[in-house]
């Protein structure tokens, strides 16, 4: 079959995507640090690279344009 690359990377598996939803002409993904101590994780979305620091169990949302 044909390979396709995933919208959404995250490079560390302690960083749980956690949703995706349509917010008008953009997305919104909500992600969680499922890790009982502080994570970083790089996130590739639309191959842009981008470093987040997450606190021990920390839910956030990123805005996509």
């Known amino acids: 079959g044909e390979k396709r690359e995933s919208f959404v990377t ?3 598996p302690e960083i749980i995507l956690s949703s995706m939803k349509k917010k008008g002409d953009s997305y919104e993904i909500i992600l969680y640090n499922a890790a009982d101590k ?3 994780a790089v996130i590739y979305i639309a191959g842009k690279k981008t470093k987040y620091d ?3 169990y920390e ?3 990123i805005n996509l344009i």
Do not use: E, G, W, Y
Request: positive net charge; proline residues 8%.
């Open 10 to 12: 995250i490079d560390n």
């Open 38 to 40: 502080p994570q970083s």
């Open 54 to 56: 997450f606190k021990k």
């Open 59 to 61: 839910l956030r949302a």
